[in-house]
């Protein structure tokens, strides 16, 4: 059987506790409580979409170049009407 | 790899943009120099990046797609602050060549931006699970991109040469508030998007891989910049030489 006084010391101990330790961990930046919503773990393969990303770097870089270079000074001939 | 190679070819990408700029007589291969430099960094970043970099913590190899989406993004970033700095120097003082460079600046940008947008969409869809989401950060650069199309159709619709320079450059400034929206909407508002890494937060060659791919894009900038200002000056040319045009002299060559 506690006796009353150990009780109370304990219950005082627990919320010291509490209070510090609530003091030392920062609140949460998000909604408390997503944590129980968002799946935790690690993205297992996924290197198609790896492939593709790069994909679209080169294809961008590579199809840019090609128009400018179409788009080069002196690259379309002039209009029919501008030759003698 | 040294943590020091990215710093090294950022030297080289730095010679090459002021040896362009400062000689000339260089200014007609200095541009393929640098395109040559890019692509052999960029073969190399293909190897650090899909092989040589260690898998994300969290991401696993999904993670890699940041060495080009990251860069990407930064050069359209980079793309648009010059944009708006030819803008306003257009305005403080009239001159055809700021015109050309904000006109190649704002399509580079474009490019860019919607490349790194496509490479966040494929990146969002195992990380996220979805393609796409009205996030702040993905709203905010859907914005920005959508200003500077608007600013290019405003460029190829408007005939007048002086008129389009005047008031695109008052849409580039206009635009331009949409950056630092973009940039710090991770951090003002509760978005799915992560916030911007820091030296802290990445390994050590995670680092070297994204400053490799950072400085290799560098390089395509700038020979696409040289490329397309070469053709918005032979526009301005032409609709300088058109007859409606020719009494405008106002403006410094």
Redesign the interface.
């Known amino acids: 059987m506690r006796s009353p006084l150990l009780s109370r010391a304990l219950l005082l101990a627990s919320l010291v506790a509490a209070r510090a330790l609530a003091e030392d961990v920062p609140a949460p930046k998000?909604p408390v409580g997503i944590e129980k919503a968002v799946p935790s773990?690690?993205?297992?393969?996924?290197?198609g979409?790896?492939y593709?990303?790069?994909t679209?770097?080169?294809a961008?870089?590579l199809l840019?170049?090609l128009s400018?270079w179409t788009?080069?000074?002196?690259a379309q001939p002039p209009p029919p009407g501008d030759t003698p | 790899m040294p943590f020091w190679s990215p710093l090294a070819l950022f030297a080289v990408v730095l010679a090459i943009v002021v040896t362009h700029l400062v000689v000339p007589s260089t200014r007609g291969w200095m541009w393929k120099l640098s395109a040559l430099v890019g692509l052999g960094a960029l073969a190399l970043l293909l190897f650090l990046g899909l092989i040589w970099a260690p898998p994300e913590a969290f991401m696993s190899d999904v993670g890699r797609i940041l060495y080009v989406h990251v860069p990407f993004v930064w050069m359209c970033m980079v793309a648009f602050t010059l944009n708006v700095g030819c803008a306003i120097a257009y305005l403080m003082k009239k001159s055809w060549r700021t015109d050309a460079l904000a006109e190649s600046t704002a399509e580079i940008g474009v490019m860019f931006g919607a490349g790194g947008v496509l490479m966040g969409s494929i990146w969002a869809r195992p990380t996220w699970g979805v393609w796409w989401d009205w996030d702040p950060r993905l709203i905010s650069t859907t914005v920005m991109l959508l200003a500077y199309v608007g600013y290019l159709a405003f460029r190829s619709f408007t005939e007048d040469p002086e008129r389009r320079a005047t008031w695109s450059a008052a849409v580039s400034i206009l635009g331009y508030v949409s950056l630092p929206i973009v940039w710090f909407s991770v951090r003002w508002w509760n978005s799915l998007h992560q916030v911007q890494s820091t030296s802290q937060s990445l390994d050590s060659q995670m680092k070297i891989v994204m400053w490799w791919g950072t400085v290799t894009m560098l390089f395509f900038l700038f020979a696409f910049v040289v490329k397309r200002y070469e053709i918005a000056r032979s526009r301005q040319s032409t609709a300088l030489e058109a007859p409606p045009e020719a009494p405008r002299q106002e403006v410094t060559a």
Not at chain 1, 41 to 47: L, M
Not at chain 1, 71 to 74: A, F, K, M, S, T
């Open positions: 998000h773990g690690v993205i297992e393969g996924g290197w979409y790896v593709a990303a790069y679209v770097a080169l961008g870089l840019y170049a400018l788009r080069r000074p002196g």
